[in-house]
């Protein structure tokens, strides 16, 4: 008689810690999901970041190479070249008597800086 009665405990408290478990079970499931797609907003909103300050930086870039060629052209471009392979072509320009230099276009290892 005792044994029933045990069992007849046993079996709700089991039943409801199987419950309990497909809860937990399904929750886990759901908040991987909402993290899954979180995680995928992140990322496309990188890559688009990405893609704008590559367009942004060719549009530089264009800028840059035009005026260098200008320089070139004129024969007032310097280039700067520093130990770990970046070049820096500058031109110089002159206001009021006041020389300066301003940066033409930047390459790296005689590549342009710009998306390829």
Sequence with gaps: MVAMSNSREINPLLKDLSERKQSFRQNVVLLATELKEE???????????????????DERNGKFQEAASTAENEGVAFEF????????????????????????????????????
């Design 39 to 57: 995680a995928e907003m992140i990322v496309n909103d990188m890559k688009e970041e990405v893609y704008r300050l590559h367009m942004c930086l």
């Design 81 to 116: 070249r520093t130990m770990d392979g970046f070049v820096l072509v500058a031109g110089e320009d002159i206001h009021d008597g006041v020389l300066s230099l301003n940066l033409l276009s930047i390459m790296f290892q005689g590549q342009p800086l710009r998306k390829n």
